[in-house]
């Protein structure tokens, strides 16, 4: 007779779960206009609600092993924030691989990657709190992270 072992998730395993059920439950609120969701793709040829489900699906192994890296090294630091910014594109890497190129998640990736690891950090903390941890991580630099002066996101940080 074998016996079945139930394990608990680990801390990291469970954030991750939460963050891709968040992208999951983001997806499917509907009505969106305009937007992706369980009535169609709105304004959008590229994308569908299975391949937001898939995309999400795709980053729960980058959202665990921000979580992981987070309680490894134990706090704020640089070498952390460098760490989350590789695990992130490690992460999108692989969500455009699933998503054959079309960038679902990418804001998603930053966001949840930064309160996963916040959450870690901070585990008896209250949202605001966990959300004040992520926004030091993400003062901090990261040197790898790609310099692209047009795109989106730094065409918004020079106006704003």
Same mark, same amino acid.
């Given at each position: 007779?074998?016996?079945?072992?139930?394990?608990?998730?680990?801390?990291?395993?469970?954030?991750?779960?939460?963050?891709?059920?968040?992208?999951?439950?983001?997806?499917?609120?509907?009505?969106?206009?305009?937007?992706?969701?369980?009535?169609?793709?709105?304004?959008?040829?590229?994308?569908?609600?299975?391949?937001?489900?898939?995309? =999400?699906?795709? /980053?729960?192994? #980058?959202? *665990?092993?921000?979580?992981?890296? &987070?309680? +490894?090294? !134990?706090?704020?630091?640089? %070498?952390?924030?460098?760490?989350?910014?590789?695990?992130?594109?490690?992460?999108?890497?692989?969500?455009?691989?699933?998503?054959?190129?079309?960038?679902?998640?990418?804001?998603?990736?930053? =966001?949840?990657? /930064?309160?996963? #690891?916040? *959450?870690?950090?901070?585990?008896? &903390?209250? +949202?605001? !709190?966990?959300?004040?941890? %992520?926004?030091?991580?993400?003062?901090?630099?990261?040197?790898?992270?790609?310099?692209?002066?047009?795109?989106?996101?730094?065409?918004?940080?020079?106006?704003?």
């Amino acid at each position: 007779m074998s016996a079945l072992i139930a394990t608990r998730p680990s801390p990291a395993e469970r954030l991750a779960d939460l963050a891709v059920q968040a992208l999951i439950d983001e997806a499917d609120l509907s009505p969106k206009p305009g937007l992706v969701d369980r009535r169609g793709s709105g304004a959008h040829s590229d994308l569908h609600l299975g391949l937001m489900h898939a995309s =999400a699906q795709s /980053l729960w192994p #980058a959202f *665990a092993a921000m979580a992981d890296a &987070a309680r +490894a090294e !134990g706090e704020v630091s640089q %070498a952390l924030r460098e760490t989350l910014g590789q695990l992130g594109r490690d992460g999108e890497a692989e969500m455009l691989r699933v998503t054959a190129g079309v960038n679902t998640h990418r804001g998603a990736i930053w =966001a949840l990657g /930064l309160l996963s #690891a916040s *959450a870690t950090l901070e585990p008896d &903390a209250a +949202a605001d !709190g966990i959300a004040m941890t %992520a926004a030091a991580l993400a003062r901090l630099e990261d040197p790898a992270a790609p310099h692209n002066p047009d795109s989106h996101g730094a065409r918004v940080c020079r106006r704003y």
